[in-house]
């Protein structure tokens, strides 16, 4: 992208192709566990939900990997086990194998995600980061995109082939940051020598005395509560007071409008954004989450008024989501910014508790309550981000007050 240095540069792209094979095959991982393995959907769910929840952990510690190593050899490292990760997975024999190779991919991704994080705040000057996470957020979508679409194309030929070319894809891209890299030496700053980084033990208890990582870590496992799995709770919603028929046209509608506003305008949105008003955008993306929730509950089978409550709330993604990772930005040391980023990966687990929370509401109460809940967690969200952005604040006045 123009004005970014040709590592941002090449990093964005790595993150778009690498994304694309994630499209290629995850979106249809059920089906081939259930007629390659002949597995329940409830068995499906567990190797699924176990191996997403096994990966965000890990990425804890992956985050104080990023400190500690060079992280142009652990971009190599995650993307060539990412790619063995897929080429393995058509010949594991059992279930619980896949549970293994699932949860290194996943974590592989995470790691990746984090590196890619930890690299714009090094290479990039604060006012660019927003806009380095916004492009990346922006590509991911694309990559999605492309990603299923290819992976219908190619599902067609052979259930075996997505995960060639996902595991394929991942190895060119190997191959081209390498070629790239080659000869390159990472710049580091005097804060990030070896001899300055903490064990992990005392990375730990770094992290665990922040409040303010704690609270925006909170803000941000709420926030995922809210959009993580939206489509999966619109439908859980849409099957309760409908046809599976109408439910199956709205989340295909939904996603179209959703995936075309944020790549339409999420690079757009982000040029206002700045770390002094990072609170009043966060409150306007939450009253777009509101308003789009809303929406849903009284939408009935009013299509029209789907795809507006969907286009409010899409607004409020490419709004949070960019802001939540400048809220790290701000308060992480710069010997520890991989570390911070891998504490509010933990946020993701907020998107794989959705499914339960909702399921439950839905099975013994009445199917507006749902949005209900989604509300209160949207407005405690923002509750969190306020409480953290103050002791942030405080923090800082009181670091410019010791100069």
């Known amino acids: 992208m123009k004005g ?9 792209a790595s993150s778009l192709v690498l994304t694309i094979g994630r499209g290629v095959t995850l ?4 089906i081939y566990l259930t007629e390659h393995f002949h597995l329940l959907p409830k068995s499906v769910g567990v190797i699924l939900g176990v191996s997403l929840t096994l990966g965000i952990l890990a990425s804890l510690y992956g985050g104080y990997l990023v400190d500690k190593f060079s992280k142009n050899r652990l971009i190599l490292l995650s993307i060539v086990l990412f790619a063995l990760s897929f080429f393995a997975i058509p010949w594991i024999p059992r279930p619980g194998g896949v549970i293994v190779v699932l949860a290194i991919l996943h974590t592989c ?25 916004s492009i990346n957020y922006t590509l991911v979508n694309v990559g999605w995109a492309i990603g299923s679409a290819l992976g219908v194309l190619v599902a067609g030929l052979s259930p075996l082939l997505p995960f060639y070319l996902s595991g394929g894809l991942a190895l060119a891209t190997v191959a081209a940051l390498s070629l790239r890299l080659r000869g ?7 804060a990030a020598a070896p001899a300055a980084i903490p064990n992990f033990r005392q990375t730990l208890t770094i992290l665990r005395s922040d409040r303010r990582l704690i609270y925006f870590t909170l803000g941000s496992t709420l926030g995922a509560v809210v959009f993580g799995q939206f489509t999966g709770y619109l439908s859980q919603y849409l099957i309760t007071v409908s046809s599976a028929e109408f439910a199956y046209k709205i989340i295909g509608l939904v996603m179209i409008v959703n995936a075309s506003i944020v790549i339409a305008l999420q690079y ?16 306007l993306g939450t009253l777009f989450f509101i308003v789009g929730l809303l929406g849903f509950m009284a939408a009935g089978q ?30 992480a040391p710069p010997h ?40 209160g967690a949207a407005l405690l969200s923002l509750l969190f981000f306020f409480l953290g952005h103050r002791l942030a604040e405080h923090a800082a006045a009181a670091a410019e007050d010791t100069r």
């Open 4 to 12: 970014f240095p040709s590592l941002i540069n090449m990093l964005l």
């Open 27 to 30: 979106p249809f991982i059920t």
């Open 109 to 133: 991704y995470s790691v990746l995600s984090i590196t890619i994080k930890a690299c714009f705040a090094d290479g990039l000057p604060v006012e660019q980061r927003i806009k380095a996470f």
């Open 184 to 190: 390159r030496q990472q710049r580091a700053t005097p």
């Open 268 to 283: 757009l949105l982000s040029r206002g954004m700045r770390q002094e008003n990072m609170l009043r955008w966060l409150v």
């Open 302 to 331: 009013a299509v029209w008024l789907w795809l507006a409550a969907m286009a409010v709330f899409t607004l409020g993604e490419i709004i949070v989501i960019p802001v939540e990772y400048m809220f790290i930005d701000f308060i």
């Open 336 to 375: 520890l910014k991989g570390s911070y980023y891998g504490v509010q990966n933990l946020s993701a687990l907020g998107g794989a508790i959705n499914p339960v929370l909702c399921g439950v509401l839905l099975s013994y109460a009445a199917p507006p309550l749902m949005f209900v809940m989604l509300v």
